[in-house]
């Protein structure tokens, strides 16, 4: 145990493992883990703006890496990831004076604010994948749950249609993604998501990702590396504001990017041996979990912290909640371990698995 704050007290072996998990869904379905561990940290006891700054430094380490390896693995969109950090920086500014602001108002009054924001977007993105993918399931169901028809099984809304058909200029040819779409839509999307980043404390990878596949209209795979790059400048650029204002614990980044960094190794390798759909399951059950110990935590904190069970709920849900994803990771990352060793694996998985690992990009 080790003393972060004035009566705050974190065990250094769980941060590690909490970091282990966020590392191997960050790598796996191409987030940050902004979304689950800045939650984490404020459930165990850190205040907001020092959980926030400290996430971000932890995760400044943790996307760079994960963007090196997803490169190699050709997932990257070097053109569209770029336009997008543009815009990520600026709203990353935005988004750090508003949380400063906040802060010089009252501390209730910035940790209801963080909360409230994130379990608001968490419930939005969480409602729009899970539909999705349950959607998806259905219909590659219906198509006899084929290999063939699991590659052809990407995201086409009508969203990303529309915005891909208006000629606004610079009407901007993406050639990794095979999309052509203004580079102003990309440009706001990045800055909207910037704000998130500052103010919470998270890469938005949680929206990014979602934003590039449903309403961009980007491979899944492709938008794993692409939502890391925009990310990584992003945070970057917030961790560095953060730090100027005094809200980042370096020590506690650290201990928690010893566990990150081999989870994200792991999963993002995994990528390789799966299709897109599969991907999309994990951001999908990732958000949708993290949903609950905020809203806990929210809740304590809007009941004026005189509800005990609901911090101590908070504290044990907002922990727990990394089981769901990582179990799913393992089980995809077994089940392609088995299928490329030429050994059996259930029907629900095997149009889920790669016909072979994809292509490294040279």
Same mark, same amino acid.
């Given at each position: 145990?080790?003393?972060?704050?004035?009566?705050v007290?974190?065990?250094?072996?769980?941060?590690?493992?909490?970091?282990?998990?966020?590392?191997?869904?960050?790598?796996?379905?191409?987030?940050?883990?902004?979304?689950?561990?800045?939650?984490?940290?404020?459930?165990?006891?850190?205040?907001?703006?020092?959980?926030?700054?400290?996430?971000?430094?932890?995760m400044?380490?943790?996307?760079?890496?994960?963007?090196?390896?997803?490169?190699?693995?050709?997932?990257?969109?070097?053109?569209?990831?770029?336009?997008?950090?543009?815009?990520?920086?600026?709203?990353?500014?935005?988004?750090?004076?508003?949380?400063?602001?906040?802060?010089?108002?009252?501390?209730?009054?910035i940790?209801?604010?963080?909360?409230?924001?994130?379990?608001?977007?968490?419930?939005?993105?969480?409602?729009?994948?899970?539909?999705?993918?349950?959607?998806?399931s259905?219909?590659?169901?219906?198509?006899? /749950?084929?290999?063939? $028809? &699991?590659?052809? =099984?990407?995201?086409?809304?009508?969203?990303?249609? %529309? @915005?891909? #058909?208006?000629? !606004?200029?610079?009407?901007?040819?993406?050639t990794?993604?095979?999309?052509?779409?203004?580079?102003?839509?990309?440009?706001?999307?990045?800055?909207?998501?910037?704000?998130?980043?500052?103010?919470?404390?998270?890469?938005?990878?949680?929206?990014?990702?979602?934003?590039?596949?449903?309403?961009?209209?980007?491979?899944?795979?492709?938008?794993?590396?692409?939502?890391?790059?925009?990310?990584?400048?992003?945070?970057?650029?917030?961790?560095?504001?953060?730090?100027?204002?005094?809200?980042?614990?370096?020590?506690?980044?650290?201990?928690?990017?010893?566990?990150?960094?081999i989870?994200?190794?792991?999963?993002?390798?995994g990528?390789?041996?799966?299709?897109?759909?599969?991907?999309?399951?994990?951001? /999908?059950?990732s958000? $949708? &979990?993290?949903? =609950?110990?905020?809203?806990?935590?929210?809740?304590? %904190? @809007?009941? #004026?912290?005189? !509800?005990?069970?609901?911090?101590?709920?908070?504290?044990?849900?907002?922990?727990?909640?990394?089981?769901?994803?990582?179990?799913?990771?393992?089980?995809?990352?077994?089940?392609?371990f088995?299928?490329?060793?030429?050994?059996?694996?259930?029907?629900?998985?095997?149009?889920?698995?790669?016909?072979?690992p994809?292509?490294?990009?040279?």
């Amino acid at each position: 145990m080790v003393e972060i704050a004035s009566g705050v007290v974190a065990d250094l072996y769980l941060l590690a493992a909490v970091g282990l998990g966020v590392g191997l869904i960050a790598g796996f379905a191409g987030v940050s883990g902004g979304y689950l561990l800045t939650p984490i940290l404020i459930v165990l006891g850190f205040p907001a703006h020092i959980a926030v700054g400290t996430a971000l430094a932890l995760m400044t380490a943790n996307t760079l890496i994960a963007v090196l390896r997803h490169k190699e693995l050709g997932h990257l969109d070097l053109k569209m990831g770029v336009i997008m950090a543009v815009g990520t920086i600026l709203g990353a500014e935005a988004g750090v004076r508003l949380l400063e602001h906040i802060k010089g108002v009252s501390e209730s009054s910035i940790n209801i604010g963080v909360l409230a924001v994130m379990t608001v977007g968490l419930a939005a993105v969480a409602v729009t994948m899970v539909r999705e993918v349950w959607r998806a399931s259905e219909k590659l169901s219906e198509m006899g /749950a084929t290999d063939a $028809a &699991a590659d052809d =099984l990407e995201v086409r809304t009508a969203a990303c249609r %529309f @915005l891909q #058909g208006l000629c !606004i200029f610079p009407h901007i040819r993406f050639t990794k993604s095979k999309l052509r779409i203004s580079g102003w839509i990309v440009f706001f999307l990045g800055a909207f998501i910037g704000v998130l980043s500052g103010f919470l404390g998270v890469g938005g990878c949680f929206m990014r990702g979602p934003a590039l596949i449903y309403l961009v209209g980007q491979p899944s795979l492709m938008a794993v590396g692409t939502n890391l790059l925009g990310a990584f400048i992003g945070v970057a650029f917030s961790c560095f504001r953060h730090a100027m204002l005094g809200h980042v614990n370096l020590g506690v980044a650290l201990v928690v990017l010893l566990g990150t960094s081999i989870g994200t190794q792991i999963g993002a390798s995994g990528t390789s041996y799966v299709k897109g759909l599969a991907v999309r399951y994990v951001l /999908a059950a990732s958000v $949708a &979990a993290a949903l =609950l110990g905020p809203a806990l935590k929210l809740a304590w %904190f @809007l009941t #004026g912290a005189r !509800i005990a069970w609901l911090d101590s709920a908070a504290r044990i849900v907002t922990v727990a909640q990394i089981f769901v994803p990582v179990t799913i990771v393992i089980v995809l990352l077994m089940m392609a371990f088995r299928h490329f060793r030429g050994g059996g694996i259930p029907r629900w998985a095997r149009p889920l698995m790669a016909d072979r690992p994809h292509a490294v990009a040279s």
